[in-house]
Nanobody
Framework: QVQLVESGGGLVQAGGSLELSCAAS????????MGWFRQAPGKEREFVAL???????YYADSVKGRFTISRDNSKNTLYLQMDSLKPDDTAVYYC??????????????????WGQGTQVTVSS
């Protein structure tokens, strides 16, 4: 069982920045594929970014160049640095963990555990 707890959400003006954190339980965090997803009101949960065991990263086109995913395996923590935020980035942000990589890694069904989410609101 892996528990994930997100933090760092809040209200920010367009053009601003926020950093989200996701604290994970488990002894083999470094081996997990970790992802960030988001869900806006009335929309499906969508992929944002992922980190494969600290090796490769991958981003949705909508956030490429503005968001940066990183991880600190010594702290069992995943991060999402969000810069140049837009009102369209408003959503509940979730972190997710995949114990064993299943493809495509950008699909929700490829992940085994989810956090409770943290709200990000970007005002115009």
């Amino acid at each position: 069982q892996v528990q994930l707890v997100e933090s760092g959400g809040g209200l920010v003006q367009a053009g601003g920045s926020l950093e989200l954190s996701c604290a994970a339980s488990g002894r083999t965090f470094s081996s997990y594929t970790m992802g960030w997803f988001r869900q806006a009101p009335g929309k499906e949960r969508e992929f944002v970014a992922l980190s494969r065991s600290g090796l490769s990263t991958y981003y949705a086109d909508s956030v490429k160049g503005r968001f940066t995913i990183s991880r600190d395996n010594s702290k069992n923590t995943l991060y999402l640095q969000m810069d140049s935020l837009k009102p369209d980035d408003t959503a509940v942000y979730y972190c997710a963990a995949a114990i064993a990589a299943r493809f495509p890694l950008s699909a929700r069904d490829s992940y085994d555990y989810w956090g409770q989410g943290t709200q990000v609101t970007v005002s115009s």
